[in-house]
């Protein structure tokens, strides 16, 4: 590997971008409802994110559940992708299937070509919809046809460190793609991580907020099922801080040249 692994954190708001970026991350994954796999953040969001932390990669997702959209979602997240860019993002994670399972190769380059009008030099990330493909190896190796350059994935497995074979293969399958581990990454999973074959790793270091309300409560929708659960999560930077602390011992240790 000829660049140092970076570590990237997963964030809902720009005071987690901020708590990322004090606390080591080399860049950011902005995105909005963390509990659903994470969604689309607002344009504000982005903006507010690029001035408070490091480098802004922006999760593009217009709805949660499955990765198989139609003409007008995959127009909208078009538009989306266009306006995180014009908000000073670096990159996007975008995504889309057919119904059976393969790669929505038509979808993935009209996201591509709106990031490429935009900003010939923003990355996008193929985020983990690959990890629902028939073959997410095969899923992989097509990416560099689609300008596709980087790819979050646990391997296909519940967790990346479940997945390590499959990132291993991935790496073998794309040399020129980042193969970004993620997938329930704990800090002493990283360096694991690294010995197969991934590029960077992601993780969330998130935690529950302690909820402020004074007054009663009600459940307002599905997710809320009790008043100490119907919460948000924000950025833990002890995790943060030992993700960085596990990723420099282990690149170290393997003697990775500088990025």
Request: with cysteine; aromatic share 2%; net charge negative.
């Amino acid at each position: 590997m000829s660049t140092r692994p970076s570590l990237e954190i997963a964030v809902v708001s720009p005071a987690g971008a901020r708590t990322a970026r004090e606390n080591g991350a080399d860049r950011v994954e902005l995105c909005t409802g963390l509990e659903l796999g994470g969604l689309t953040p607002s344009t504000a969001a982005v903006e507010a994110a690029v001035e408070s932390g490091p480098p802004v990669h922006v999760l593009v997702r217009c709805r949660p559940g499955d990765f198989v959209y139609d003409r007008e979602e995959v127009a909208l997240m078009a538009a989306e992708v266009r306006a995180a860019l014009r908000a000073g993002a670096r990159g996007v994670v975008v995504g889309a299937l057919t119904p059976d399972g393969a790669l929505d190769t038509n979808a993935l380059a009209t996201l591509a070509g709106a990031a490429r009008g935009t900003d010939p030099a923003a990355q996008v990330t193929l985020h983990r919809a690959v990890d629902q493909a028939s073959d997410p190896v095969a899923a992989v190796a097509a990416l560099p046809g689609l300008g596709i350059t980087r790819v979050l994935t646990s391997g296909g497995a519940p967790t990346a460190i479940e997945g390590s074979a499959a990132l291993t293969a991935m790496a073998a399958a794309a040399p020129g793609v980042d193969v970004a581990a993620g997938g329930g990454v704990r800090p002493g999973d990283i360096a694991g991580l690294l010995a197969a074959g991934a590029g960077s790793v992601h993780l969330s270091a998130k935690t529950r907020a302690t909820p402020r309300r004074a007054a009663g409560w009600v459940p307002l929708g599905a997710g809320g099922t009790s008043a100490e659960d119907d919460t948000h999560f924000v950025t833990d930077g002890t995790v943060v801080a030992a993700a960085r602390r596990a990723l420099d011992a282990a690149v170290d240790g393997a003697g990775h040249a500088p990025g």
